[in-house]
């Protein structure tokens, strides 16, 4: 089955930092990987996407500076590390499979579980 899963959410202050993972199993990491969120009462927005085959990346103006996506081929595993994070960052985080990077158009597979984050003093 293909599955991507999220994980590395939590509660953090105001400030600090976490590192989510969206591993795959079932295939080898190919085309694209997003990272989306959604806030409770917000539409899902696009935070950040990687070209697995190029590296290349891409950041929503919100998150620039502060989130850096990466992949590792070895673990099939794509991170978002999150940093100097704020309460506006609050959100569940979801990855998905797309075809390309930036293009959000075409996605693949269903939307998971996510993982939570909240940033809260």
């Known amino acids: 089955q293909l599955q991507l899963v999220e994980s590395g959410g939590g509660l953090v202050q105001p400030g600090g930092s976490l590192r989510l993972s969206c591993a795959a199993s079932?295939?080898?990491?190919?085309?694209?990987i997003h990272w989306f969120r959604q806030a409770p009462g917000k539409e899902r927005e696009g935070v950040s996407c990687?070209?697995?085959?190029?590296?290349?990346?891409n950041y929503a103006d919100s998150v620039k500076g502060r989130f850096t996506i990466s992949r590792d081929n070895a673990k099939n595993t794509v991170y978002l590390q999150m940093n100097s994070l704020k309460p506006e960052d609050t959100a569940v985080y979801y990855c998905?499979?797309?075809?390309?990077?930036?293009?959000?158009?075409?996605?693949?597979?269903?939307w998971g579980q996510g993982t939570q984050v909240t940033v809260s003093s």
């Open positions: 998905r499979r797309g075809l390309g990077c930036p293009t959000q158009n075409i996605l693949f597979g269903s």
């Open positions: 079932g295939f080898t990491l190919d085309y694209a």
């Open positions: 990687i070209s697995i085959s190029s590296g290349s990346t």
